[in-house]
C-alpha cells in the first residue's frame, strides 16, 4: 500500500519511535514532582521543549505542550483574545484556514466578537493588501494566518502579513501544521501552533508558542501547568517523542523537501496530459513541497478514494477534518475551483519516484471507470 496522505498525518518517524519506547521506561513520573523518578521526567520534558523550540524559532520558555494541534489553535486563538479584550474584539482571519481556527472564530462571535474572514485568489493565496487593510482597522485584536493550505498546498503571505500586524500593533497567530519540520518558519509571528503527528510525531502532542510581550490568557481554569495556558498532566514519552521526531525532519528537510517537490511537480504536470478534464489547484510554485490536489469533472470524489485505495493508494479527498460531513470543502469553495471529484496527494517522506509512477499508471483508468459508470465517458 502507498500512502499518499502525508497532510493528515505523517507515518511514525524512527527516531520517534526509539525515543517513545525509552522514555515510556523513564518518564512515566509526574515531572511537577521532587522525587527521582519525576526529576528524570522534568529533565526529558526541558530537553524536548528546548529541542522543539530551537527547531521552531522560539525561546524554550516560550513553548507549550498541547493534546494536539487542534487544542493548541483553539487555546491560542481564544487565549489571545480573552487577553486581549481591552484592545479591541475584532479577529481577522483568511477565509481557507483549518477548521479549528474557524471554530474558534464561532466562539468568539457567539461571546459578541466580530470576525472579519479575507478572501483568497484562485490558487488560494490570502489577498496580503487587503489582509493588512483589516488589521488597521481599530478594534482589532488578532490576526490569524497559516504557513501553507492545508487542502491545496499553497504558501501564504506569512512575512508580509506579520509585517502589516506589527506596524499596527496587532498580534499574530501563525498555524503552522503543515511546514513544520518541513520549511523554515516565517519570522513575525505573535504565536504559533503545530501538530506533531504532521511532521512524524505521535499523535496526541500539540505545540503552542506564545512571544514574550504577548498578552495571553487563557479562557480555561487555571492549572499551574505548561505556563499556565494548558491545562493537565504532560505526556512526557509523546512530547520526547515529537521532539526526536522533529529534530530529524528539520535536519532533513531542505534536502527531502526539493526531492518530495520534484516528485509533486511530476504528478501536477503529467495529470492534465493523461486524464481529460482534469483542473490542478493551488499554486504550481508557491507551495508545500509535499501537497498536490486536482479535481476530476464528472467524478464523484468519494468513488475515486475508493477505487485508488483498492488498487493499493491511500489518498484523501476536501479536508482532513470535514471530508466525513459530506459538505463541499470551505477551501475550495472560497477559492473559487471545482469541488467534486477533488484527490488531495500528500507525500511522506521516503516515498520513492516508482510509486509515484505507479499512481500516474492506475490513475487514468480508474477515472475512466468511474466516468464509464456515470455513463459521461
Not at 13 to 41: C, F, K, M, N, V
Not at 66 to 85: I, K
Not at 167 to 181: I, K, R
Not at 356 to 372: K, M, T, Y
Request: proline residues 5%; charged residues 20%.
Amino acid at each position: 500500500m502507498a500512502y499518499f496522505d502525508a497532510a493528515s498525518t505523517e507515518p511514525l518517524h524512527p527516531q520517534a519511535r526509539e525515543a517513545l519506547l525509552t522514555a515510556i521506561d523513564s518518564g512515566w513520573a509526574d515531572p511537577a514532582r521532587l522525587y527521582g523518578q519525576a526529576r528524570r521526567a522534568h529533565l526529558l520534558l526541558e530537553q524536548a521543549r528546548t529541542e522543539v523550540a530551537e527547531a521552531l524559532g522560539a525561546r524554550p520558555d516560550e513553548v507549550s505542550f498541547t493534546s494536539s494541534g487542534t487544542q493548541a489553535v483553539h487555546l491560542g486563538v481564544l487565549g489571545t483574545l480573552h487577553g486581549r479584550r481591552r484592545a479591541g474584539r475584532r479577529l481577522v482571519t483568511g477565509a481557507v484556514e483549518h477548521s479549528s481556527v474557524l471554530h474558534a472564530a464561532d466562539v468568539h462571535e457567539r461571546d459578541d466578537g466580530t470576525v472579519e474572514k479575507i478572501g483568497v485568489s484562485l490558487t488560494g493565496r490570502v489577498d496580503a493588501a487587503a489582509f493588512a487593510a483589516a488589521v488597521s482597522a481599530q478594534g482589532t485584536a488578532l490576526a490569524c494566518l497559516q504557513t501553507a493550505n492545508h487542502e491545496v498546498g499553497t504558501l501564504q503571505p506569512v512575512a508580509e502579513v506579520a509585517a502589516a500586524c506589527r506596524e499596527h500593533g496587532v498580534p499574530l497567530l501563525v498555524d503552522a501544521a503543515q511546514t513544520a519540520g518541513r520549511m523554515p518558519i516565517p519570522p513575525g509571528w505573535s504565536v504559533l501552533t503545530a501538530s506533531a503527528h504532521k511532521w512524524g510525531g505521535p499523535a496526541g502532542v500539540g505545540v503552542l508558542a506564545v512571544r514574550k510581550g504577548t498578552r495571553f490568557r487563557s479562557f480555561l481554569p487555571e492549572d499551574e501547568r505548561e505556563r499556565r495556558r494548558v491545562p493537565g498532566f504532560e505526556n512526557v514519552p509523546a512530547i520526547v517523542a515529537a521532539a526526536a521526531a522533529l529534530s530529524a525532519v528539520t535536519a532533513d528537510a531542505a534536502q527531502e523537501g526539493a526531492r518530495l517537490s520534484g516528485l509533486v511537480e511530476r504528478i501536477r504536470r503529467t495529470v492534465p496530459e493523461i486524464v481529460p478534464d482534469v483542473e490542478v489547484i493551488g499554486d504550481p510554485v508557491e507551495r508545500a513541497p509535499h501537497i498536490v490536489t486536482f479535481s476530476c469533472l464528472y467524478v464523484d470524489g468519494e468513488a475515486l478514494l475508493t477505487e485508488l485505495d483498492k488498487a493499493g493508494f491511500a489518498v484523501s479527498s476536501g479536508s482532513s477534518c470535514t471530508a466525513s460531513t459530506l459538505r463541499p470543502s470551505h477551501v475550495l469553495e472560497a477559492m473559487g475551483v471545482l469541488t467534486h471529484g477533488n484527490v488531495r496527494v500528500s507525500l511522506p517522506r521516503g516515498t520513492s519516484a516508482a510509486e509515484v509512477d505507479r499512481f500516474l499508471a492506475v490513475l487514468p483508468e480508474a477515472v475512466l471507470r468511474i466516468r464509464q459508470d456515470a455513463g459521461v465517458a
